[in-house]
């Protein structure tokens, strides 16, 4: 500023200096002084203070950049109290500006990088269709279609404190977080969750209470849950001792550093056995197919079975049936029509081995009312135990009494094992969803949009959306694919008409939409298996705000499709990055008491 301009006022306390940025912060108008000064003393104290504020502002703002960083780096890879010795290592070694412990890094997580993300996240939400997965602890896992990256994302929503483990509390519980963060439950058409009863009961379950608040929204059971319970519960039919076989190490543990030595081969570690763990019957019966009898021997004789390997035999074609359909469901990404079909034929595969081809039904509809009785059974001779299991079964020349014994106990793993494979109810609408498959949808003799199943979850202009139904069959699409089926309604979505709107929104929202309907749990699981490797037995006073923070700095990384090598905080971060964050911190701390354990996950 030139000396003209603060001789006019310069010989008193000009209070426009206050509104001035990086002045304003360092002056303050005094009633007791009276006396005029210099015009050049002031015009030099107000340019050094205008050099000394913008210079300040710059460094603090290139050092909270850089605490930022690495409170990121801390929320994603390790835990909060190593920050304490790497803070004052990066001090001392490369940056003395850095002042980075437990509490501030704290206070960074969870009121700066945590808040801005799940703000980011939520607005990209915004008003459309989404599918929200819920266990019983009400981790809550969102998956929805996002016009900012085009792409169909499921990612963690939050952590809820229960007030109670009632299916009302539960669904009440659940529908006031969705309220709190911005999210209408009318918008849901979709909720998948586990098979236990408190959720997904007849008479009182969370699914029926949310169902009074949203009557179109379409229970999910987890497929790859339920099939896991069907191995587990058909293997029961099975000998009893086989499953001490099955866990059994390769020949006793006591043994193996001078057998490993002997042989210089490496032994198999030891798989255990789990109802809910997802494969593991699969991974625990593969390795015993290579071993000997000789190699098990102890076990074979406690098991009082002298054919152990013919169960063994069995069940590995099985296994691995289910196992493929379990990764099948399990994938990110996929070609959910073709999942229906695949698990139909799974079906079908199941029923033609026990039951009389005359009893099974010819359309998929019929399937649910097939009824698995003896007279519709096939005679233990027909039955279709596999061709491995035949030829074992020759080489062995087992009495006659024992064969058949055997071939019972096989057969009644099948019939258990189609029992216990039960397809949802509204299988009927999960198949009309093969309707926005790209093959259907340009085909010149679909159905008409009034014959689709899944209509009714539609909220909009019905007009339009016939329009568009019709219209974009005559559209030459690059992506025509059912395998791609994301990308070719991506496509659609994206596709703008001379005038720059697009002409298929409608349309493609709601073929997107139902494409990110979950069709497992996997995304909760993984959220538990990040859960458990954030709060763990050392680590259990960790808070729920804590956990929840640290969540959703990985999970929103893991949206934008970064780490934290790749991270930059926004102007809203450096806003919130003050003194205040310590406050908000220190009433979290006495809201959650001592901090002591709470339980693992």
Known sequence: MSLSKWAKYGKKY????????GIKEWIKAHPLMTQRLCAVF??????????????????????????????SYIACHTAITNVDHLGELIQATFDPSIKLHRTKCTAIINHVIAPCMFREFLADIGEKHTDVAATKQLCVVVRYFSTKLTKIVSSFLGLVSLSGETAEAIASTLVTFLRGVGL????????????????????????????????????????????????????????RNLEYLVPTPTAGSHTALLRS??????????VQMSSTRWLSIHDCCAPEVSFSVEQRF??????????????????????????????????????????LECLLEFFHSLLARVVRPERIPTSDSNLLSV???????????AV?????????????????????????????????????????????LWKSMTAFSPRSIL?????????????PLYVGDLAALETQYQAVAFHPWTTTDDCHAEAFWVEVFNYCDSSGEQAFRDLAQFALSLLAMPLSNADVARLFSQMALVKTRLRNRMGQETLSSILHVRYGLRWQGKCCRDFEPTADMLLRFNSRMYVEEEKQTAADGSGDADGCF
Request: hydrophobic letters at 40%; proline letters at 5%; aromatic letters at 6%.
């Open 298 to 339: 102890p076990a074979v004789l406690r098991c009082g079975n002298y054919f152990p390997d013919l169960y063994i035999q069995f069940l590995m074609p099985f296994l691995q049936e289910f196992n493929r359909i379990n990764k099948l469901f399990q994938q990110d990404s996929g070609n959910p029509f073709k999942m």
């Open 261 to 270: 030595n002997q042989s210089r081969e490496t032994p198999l570690m030891l």
């Open 443 to 455: 085909s010149q003799s679909k159905a008409p949009l009034n014959s689709i199943s899944v209509l």
């Open 42 to 71: 002031v015009t030099l104290i107000i340019h050094e203070l205008t050099n000394f504020g913008v210079t300040v502002e710059k460094k603090n703002e290139s050092q909270q950049i850089k605490e930022l960083k690495l409170a």
């Open 184 to 239: 209408d439950v009318k918008r849901c058409i979709g909720v998948r969750t586990d098979g236990c009863s408190v959720m997904v009961g007849k008479n009182n379950s969370v699914f029926m209470h949310l169902q009074k608040v949203n009557p179109q929204i379409q229970q999910l059971k987890c497929v790859c849950h339920s099939i896991q319970l069907c191995v587990s519960r058909a293997v029961e039919t099975l000998p």
């Open 384 to 428: 279709n135990y596999g061709i491995t299991v035949m030829m074992a079964l020759e080489e062995a020349r087992m009495d006659s009494a024992v064969e058949m014994s055997f071939k019972g106990r096989c057969r009644d793993f099948v019939v258990e094992a189609c029992r216990q494979v039960q397809l949802p109810a509204n299988v009927h």
């Open 371 to 381: 009824s698995i009785t003896p007279d519709t059974l096939l005679p233990v001779g």
């Open 14 to 21: 000009n209070t426009d200096w206050e509104k001035e940025r």
